[in-house]
């Protein structure tokens, strides 16, 4: 493992020995005056000021476009909010009109029912009438004869 680490370093040192480094090397050397040093770096600043100002540009691009889908969003969520209000509108139009029909209904039925019975409550009342009558005559008739009297008094009419 330590052989293998110091051939390492070895290798390293060896490159690094034979390439020429570039930061000893002047300007003078590479044959660049200052002149034309200041000017590149104008350059430089300009292109990057431009730069700048394109990142700004799309920034705001972007915010706007951002913006105006929000608010296209928030159109269409107020769209669909108002027709989700007229659906439950609707909706408990519906639901009213449909309870309003079947007490109507259950109204009927009720008043229906009571004027076909009226018929038959007369009917019933007519016939126990009838049958007091009948009863009051057979008691009377029943303190003349002494046999019907003792047959009514066994069926427990007496």
Not at 99 to 107: C, F, I
Not at 123 to 148: D, G, M, N, S
Request: proline share 1%.
């Amino acid at each position: 493992m330590e052989k293998w680490i110091l051939g390492f370093i070895i290798v390293i040192l060896m490159l690094g020995c034979s390439i020429k480094s570039g930061w000893t090397q002047s300007g003078a050397e590479l044959g660049i005056s200052s002149k034309e040093l200041i000017e590149r770096l104008t350059r430089i600043e300009e292109n990057q000021k431009n730069l700048q100002r394109q990142i700004d540009d799309n920034q705001k691009n972007l915010q706007r476009q951002i913006d105006d889908n929000q608010k296209n969003l928030q159109r269409q969520i107020d769209g669909l909010q108002r027709q989700i209000d007229e659906l439950k509108n609707i909706m408990m139009w519906g639901f009213g009109m449909m309870w309003t029909g079947m007490l109507a209904l259950m109204g009927f039925i009720l008043w229906d029912r009571r004027t076909a019975l009226l018929p038959t409550i007369h009917a019933l009342k007519e016939l126990a009438l009838q049958q007091k009558k009948v009863e009051l005559a057979l008691q009377q008739y029943a303190t003349k004869e002494i046999r019907f009297a003792q047959a009514m008094q066994v069926a427990g009419l007496l």
